[in-house]
Every structure is written in C-alpha cells, then in structure tokens.
C-alpha cells in the first residue's frame, strides 16, 4: 500500500526536474530523470506531471520540490 497521497499543483511547476532526479536517485543510484517514475513534460511555460504505473507513492519527490508543484499527506488509512 502506498504511504502518501501526492497533490499536484501543475501551475508551481517550473521545470527544474529535481522531482524526478531525486525518484531516479531513489531507485536507482543514478541522476537519470528518464528511468524515474514521474515525467514532467516542460511545454513553452507550461508543465504537466505525471506518474508511471511503476509508482509507489513514497513522496521523494514532493520532498525534494521547492515550488510547491508535489506536496504529500498520508494517507488517511495509514496511520
């Protein structure tokens, strides 16, 4: 079961990808935004985000946004 809800707030994002370095980081040992399990798709000043099936929720990236784009709560659940 997934430890937190992650709320996103596409309008914060910038574009930095520190989401997805630090996800790759996580699961992998290495700084490769494409093997990470959320892709944010930079579009002009626009972003999206989005989350691969392969995610678990544990919240390392909303840990590691400084624009308030990924933000966690645990879920309701879990206690």
């Given at each position: 079961m997934s430890k937190y809800d992650i709320q996103v707030a596409e309008e914060n994002c910038t574009g930095c990808l520190r989401c997805q370095l630090?996800?790759?980081?996580?699961?992998?040992?290495?700084?490769?935004?494409?093997?990470?399990?959320?892709?944010?798709?930079?579009?002009?000043?626009d972003c999206s985000i989005h989350f691969t099936e392969e995610c678990n929720e544990c919240g390392v990236c909303a840990d590691n946004c400084f624009f308030a784009a990924l933000e966690k709560s645990k879920k309701e659940n879990d206690q």
């Open positions: 630090a996800c790759s980081d996580l699961y992998t040992k290495a700084f490769n935004p494409s093997e990470a399990m959320i892709r944010v798709v930079v579009s002009g000043a």
